[in-house]
């Protein structure tokens, strides 16, 4: 194992040793190529570049205590990527090789996987891309997939303590019937403003609301949004936000758990009645949420009690990171162990 700092890393970029690549060139896809590169060649007019052919995915490595290296749900992201690139008119990378590429890719930078026990994981990112030239709006005819990896901290610096969110009117991520559930570059560029205006007054991420009526909570900046009350996880339901991998687990894990599950429109008022909330996704994992502030209406939703994760988050918390490092049996048949 390298040596890094590995219990203060930051949700950032650290250079690794090598990244895979495959190209989609005359109708099919080539082999796997390793680069030990940080760049890439890009042709003036890919369609990457000028109409936002791009779609990415996320997941992470695990090492576990027994040494083991785990993939978690890794054919969801296989799933979600098809569903970008159909929606946003790219080849799709088959399953074989999303998978391939990803195990490679984490097997090669093995020296960069933090120890279990750190706080950090292996972030990998999947990213495709139209490289071939298009001036009219088309769609390219050449794409590169291609897989790095990055050691990775808590994406929010707080961990496991209760963040302090804002609710966000003034902009959208993306439209009612636009582009919110798949997996787009340009609905994070969308959504840069608001993460700007959240972080300059002091909160870690906005609250978005549904694009089309304002009234029902839609996600949380780059994570899903979830409630619990009356022993019941309560989600939104929304075409606007990107299904999580994460929040599909923990409703599953709820039920599991005995609590009831509710996947629905959640008006902003209800915030009122939650016993608990949080955000959740790769990157985030779980992070509760202490307070949910409506600035426009001057009402503030305090959730957690004295700033600490509420028991049922703690719960689902330590169940959803068991399975992911090995502690607690794989039930639901997530995990993949990379060999
Ligand atoms: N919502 C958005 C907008 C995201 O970017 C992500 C991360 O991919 C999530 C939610 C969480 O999804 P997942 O749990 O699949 O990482
Ligand atoms: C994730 O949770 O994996 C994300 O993609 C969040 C963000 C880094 C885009």
Not at 117 to 132: F, H, K, M, Q
Not at 178 to 198: C, F, R
Not at 298 to 325: H, M, R, V
Request: proline share 6%; with cysteine; hydrophobic share 35%.
């Amino acid at each position: 194992m390298i040596d890094l700092d590995w219990r203060n890393l930051p949700f950032g970029y650290i250079k690794t040793n090598y990244n895979v690549r495959c190209y989609f060139r005359n109708d099919k896809w080539g082999e796997l190529e390793i680069s030990s590169s940080e760049e890439i060649i890009l042709h003036i007019a890919a369609t990457a570049l000028h109409y936002g052919q791009e779609a990415f995915e996320g997941l992470k490595a695990y090492r576990g205590k027994d040494g083991k290296i785990r993939l978690f749900r890794i054919d969801e992201n296989v799933k979600r990527m098809a569903d970008t690139a159909t929606y946003i008119r790219m080849a799709i990378p088959p399953g074989d090789l999303f998978k391939d590429a990803v195990k490679k890719a984490v097997k090669l930078n093995s020296e960069f996987i933090p120890p279990y026990e750190s706080g950090a994981t292996l972030y990998i990112r999947p990213l495709l891309i139209g490289t071939g030239p298009q001036i009219g709006v088309k769609p390219a005819h050449e794409f590169l997939f291609m897989v790095f990896v990055t050691p990775v901290g808590p994406y929010y610096k707080h961990g496991f303590n209760p963040i302090d969110v804002v609710i966000e009117r003034d902009s959208d991520r993306s439209a009612p019937l636009g582009t919110g559930h798949i997996k787009v570059g340009g609905n994070y560029a969308g959504g840069m403003i608001s993460q700007d205006k959240a972080s300059n007054l002091g909160y870690a991420v906005s609250l978005y609301v549904d694009p089309k009526e304002k009234k029902y909570i839609d996600e949380a900046g780059p994570a899903n949004f979830f409630g619990i009350k009356n022993n019941t996880y309560i989600t939104p339901d929304s075409h606007s936000i990107l299904p999580s991998v994460t929040n599909k687990s923990l409703m599953q894990l709820a039920e599991h758990l005995g609590m009831k599950v509710e996947r629905r429109k959640v008006p902003v008022e209800e915030l009122a009645t939650l016993e608990e909330a949080g955000a959740c996704g790769t990157a985030a994992v779980i992070s509760p949420i202490n307070k949910i502030v409506d600035i426009e209406n001057n009402i503030t939703y305090n959730i957690a009690k004295d700033c600490k994760p509420g028991p049922k988050t703690i719960l689902l918390y330590e169940n959803l990171t068991g399975i992911q490092y090995g502690l607690q049996p794989d039930l639901f048949n997530w995990i993949t162990i990379v060999e």
